[in-house]
Every structure is written in structure tokens, then in C-alpha cells.
């Protein structure tokens, strides 16, 4: 296993006989000989020549400082291997060419829940139990929405309370993001991680990123609904931890929020995470549906 492999090996999205992603950064994605190969000069992997078994891997991320040729994009798209370029991390998703999963399984499966309105709020009811670890029972969006604003406040609370910031509340005008205090400046910037993370993720899995199950008028939709999953613990992690370091004036919040999302999102898998979580989702209704049609 290469050193680089963002513990995504568990990570086992559509290609079932494939190892999951493969971060590289700081070098160069060229093709030699007919085989993949990435040189660099020191970066998440050591300074080297590695062969890239992209025959093997369901994506790369390929991150700053780094170049791709011609012949290397020809030959993971004849493979099917996608190439994301990610930024420090994971904590941005610059593109994602169109070199998707050979499964349609996922997209289909979260198109059906989707076209169906009860089975749409399954999938939201699903995506509030991954939350807040319970099942939730109302069958109303909206009070599942007002639960959640509840739930969120107290978060907030106690994650301040936890790393010693003052919290005043949530404030964002999204007008003027700079006018706000420094945790929601962190909070704003670490959101933007998450989303990041989560796109990751929604774009590994093939899945749909406009057909959300909680969110709704986003051509985002469903990569909003992802990041949510993890906005209760790690985004809030991320935040007020950077609003701490911050203290110390050693560089801008954006910037510090970037560097913890970063270590955090490695730590934690939560990329691979996130993963799981879609293929969960739709591996029920999967399971609901045969259930239904065995019933009918």
C-alpha cells in the first residue's frame, strides 16, 4: 500500500474489487512504458518514481503542486479510474472529468428514492439517523428541519464550551462575511471544507449531486446533504480548534481553519467516511425496495 493512500483502502465504493483512492500531490502524473507512473520531489509521499495501479484504484486526488499529461488522463479514462483535483487535504474539489464508477447501482437507486416522495423522506429520515445517531420518527421534512436547528444550537454550545471560546451565537451575513466574529468566520470557512470533503465523496460514488433528500433548490443539493453529516462534529472541531490556534496570531483563520480541516479529515477518514454513509443510504433502500416488491 502506498504511503499516500489517505486510508481510503476501506473505502470500497462501486468497483468492488478495487482498493479505493489514492492521494498524490507535488509531482508529476505521466505515462511511461504504457504504465502510470507519478514522480516527485517530497510531498505526501516521499521523493521518488512510483507506478500508480490504476487498474486497481477507483480515483486519484490529485493535489497542489502537481501536473497531469495528456497520456496520463487518456490512460485512466480508458480504465475508468477518476482523477479529482483536490486542494490541501481534500479540503477543496477543483474538477472531477467525467470518469465516473462502471456501477450505476448508486445513481439509480438514489434517483428512484428521489422520484418517490415518501421514499425521498426515508432517505432524509436515514441521512438525520447518521446525524444524530437515532431514528428519527416524524414523517414531516419540516419538523425533521426543526429538530435539527435545535440539535445544531446545542452543538455549537457545547463544542465552544469544549475548546474554551465564547460563543455568542450564530451570525452569517452573507453580504458581509468578513464583518462576523472570528468563531463564525472559522465556522463559515470550515463549512466550506466540509462541502468540499463531501463533493469528494458524492463524486467517488457517481452519485447524483443535484437530487438532495434535505436540501432541495442547490444544484449542490446532495453534497450539502453529505457535508451535513459530519457538521455536528467535525466542522465544529475544525472551527472553534483553528478560533484557538488563532490566539496565537501565527496566521490568518482561513488559512488555519484549511491546515486543521486538512489533518482532521485524515485523522478521522472521514472522506472514506462519507463514502460509507452514501452507500448506506442507498444499500437500504436497495433492501426496502426488494422488501416491497417481495410484499406486492
Excluded at 63 to 81: E, F, I, K, M, Q
Aim: hydrophobic share 45%.
Amino acid at each position: 500500500m502506498l504511503a499516500g493512500r489517505l486510508g481510503l483502502e476501506t473505502a470500497r465504493i462501486p468497483h468492488a474489487d478495487r482498493a479505493g483512492l489514492l492521494w498524490l500531490d507535488r509531482g508529476r502524473l505521466e505515462v511511461e512504458d504504457g504504465c502510470l507512473r507519478f514522480v516527485t520531489a517530497g510531498g505526501t509521499l516521499a521523493p521518488g518514481d512510483y507506478q500508480i495501479p490504476h487498474q486497481s484504484v477507483s480515483a486519484v486526488l490529485l493535489g497542489p503542486g502537481s501536473s497531469v499529461t495528456h497520456d496520463a488522463l487518456r490512460l485512466l479514462a480508458r480504465h475508468g479510474c477518476a482523477l479529482c483535483a483536490v486542494g490541501e487535504g481534500g479540503v477543496r474539489l477543483y474538477t472531477a472529468p467525467p470518469l465516473m464508477p462502471d456501477s450505476s447501482a448508486l445513481a439509480r437507486a438514489q434517483a428512484e428514492a428521489w422520484g418517490a416522495k415518501m421514499r425521498r423522506l426515508e432517505v432524509a429520515r436515514r441521512i438525520y439517523a447518521l446525524r444524530f445517531g437515532e431514528i428519527v420518527r416524524t414523517r414531516d421534512i419540516e419538523v425533521l428541519r426543526g429538530m435539527e436547528g435545535g440539535r445544531i444550537r446545542r452543538a455549537y454550545e457545547l463544542a465552544a464550551r469544549r475548546h474554551g471560546i465564547r460563543w455568542q451565537g450564530r451570525r452569517y451575513d452573507r453580504e458581509h462575511p468578513e464583518a462576523a466574529d472570528l468563531p463564525n468566520q472559522a465556522l463559515n470557512h470550515a463549512a466550506v471544507t466540509m462541502q468540499a470533503a463531501a463533493a469528494i465523496a458524492v463524486a467517488a460514488t457517481g452519485t447524483i449531486p443535484q437530487l438532495g433528500f434535505v436540501h432541495e433548490d442547490s444544484g449542490q443539493s446532495f453534497v450539502l446533504d453529505v457535508a451535513d453529516l459530519r457538521r455536528h462534529d467535525v466542522v465544529l472541531d475544525i472551527a472553534f480548534g483553528a478560533v484557538r490556534e488563532a490566539g496565537k496570531g501565527l496566521a490568518p483563520i482561513d488559512r488555519i481553519v484549511r491546515a486543521r480541516a486538512a489533518e482532521l479529515f485524515r485523522k478521522r477518514a472521514v472522506i472514506p467516511g462519507l463514502i460509507e454513509n452514501i452507500k448506506s443510504l442507498f444499500e437500504e433502500e436497495d433492501r426496502d425496495a426488494a422488501v416491497r416488491d417481495r410484499d406486492a
